[in-house]
């Protein structure tokens, strides 16, 4: 489908920003693997906030408005997933998938039901938060590639955040996966080979990747009200941060307007409820899930329905 924002892709501009992204985060993991190990927090702060800018141009990607040519923008959205890493293909569609079934019961994390396991939304929410979640999807990635079949097993389908999160793969999509995969495997090892990587460096800047990757993927979204579209919200942050993210704290404005372009949110954002407190939105989160009182909303079937 042809994105009706087109004509105003910053196409030039993503281009030098994921191949500059590229550039610093593979210079911050060799630096980190040269150092002290020790070296390698500060460095992994820094990696971490990077990879936050990397992963707002993925989400680009995965809207095609990374770059007006269909198959750059896969190229470009294959390239910065490469670091994430997993495959593209397979975070554009559970990515759609997300945009269609926000604040159903298989997304809704920060509410539970009086018959929930409450042991189990707490683990599942805190785990989130603690940023284990961020293991998870490489590993999803990779399975899809390995071995497709798997993630519609009893294990997968009883896992309420899983049971549709698999279901608009095709046998094209998942030989996408498999080609993207191939291309992540051999990304990391000629980067570990070519720049002598340490292990536990990378590893230490990761997990702070994780732990800030997983810990914004609810801050926009938590509290807010149980509708596929109006269930997010913007978020008061400084411009610097506004910056990393790419616009990525107007998320309510981007629910609204899910093919516009990271540069053009703020013009929309009179359209939208205001911003709220980045931090007294996070600190929230800490208290634990909460009670629902809201009637589940019906997923969509098409994201521009």
């Not at 149980?226 to 990393?244: C, H, Y």
């Not at 790419?246 to 404005?253: C, F, K, Q």
Request: aromatic residues 16%; charged residues 15%.
């Amino acid at each position: 489908m042809r994105n009706p924002e087109l004509s105003i892709i910053p196409s030039k501009l993503n281009l030098v920003l994921v191949f500059s992204v590229q550039i610093v985060a593979l210079l911050l993991l060799w630096l980190g693997s040269k150092l002290e190990v020790v070296w390698s927090v500060p460095l992994g702060i820094v990696f971490s906030f990077l990879l936050l800018t990397n992963y707002a141009l993925m989400h680009e990607g995965t809207h095609r408005c990374l770059h007006e040519d269909r198959k750059m923008n896969w190229l470009l959205g294959t390239i910065s997933s490469f670091l994430f890493p997993l495959a593209f293909t397979f975070f554009e569609i559970t990515h759609q998938v997300h945009h269609r079934g926000n604040r159903t019961d298989h997304e809704m994390f920060d509410y539970y039901y009086p018959t929930d396991n409450l042991f189990v939304k707490w683990m599942q929410w805190y785990g989130i938060l603690a940023g284990f979640f961020w293991i998870f999807v490489p590993i999803g990635s990779l399975i899809m590639s390995i071995w497709p079949g798997a993630l519609y097993t009893r294990p997968f389908r009883r896992a309420k955040s899983a049971e549709i999160l698999f279901d608009d793969f095709t046998s094209t999509d998942v030989l996408k996966v498999r080609v993207e995969t191939l291309f992540t495997i051999i990304y990391w090892i000629s980067i570990w080979q070519l720049l002598s990587l340490n292990w536990q460096s990378v590893a230490i800047m990761y997990a702070f990747f994780a732990f800030n990757w997983s810990t914004r993927q609810y801050v926009t979204h938590a509290w807010t009200p149980r509708d596929v579209i109006e269930g997010a919200t913007n978020l008061k942050v400084s411009k610097p941060m506004s910056m990393i993210l790419l616009n990525g704290n107007w998320d309510l404005v981007h629910h609204r307007y899910p093919q516009l372009p990271w540069t053009e949110l703020p013009k929309k954002a009179s359209n939208t409820r205001a911003p709220i407190s980045y931090w007294k939105q996070y600190f929230s989160l800490w208290k634990g899930p909460r009670r629902n009182f809201e009637e589940a909303p019906v997923p969509l079937k098409d994201l521009n329905a």
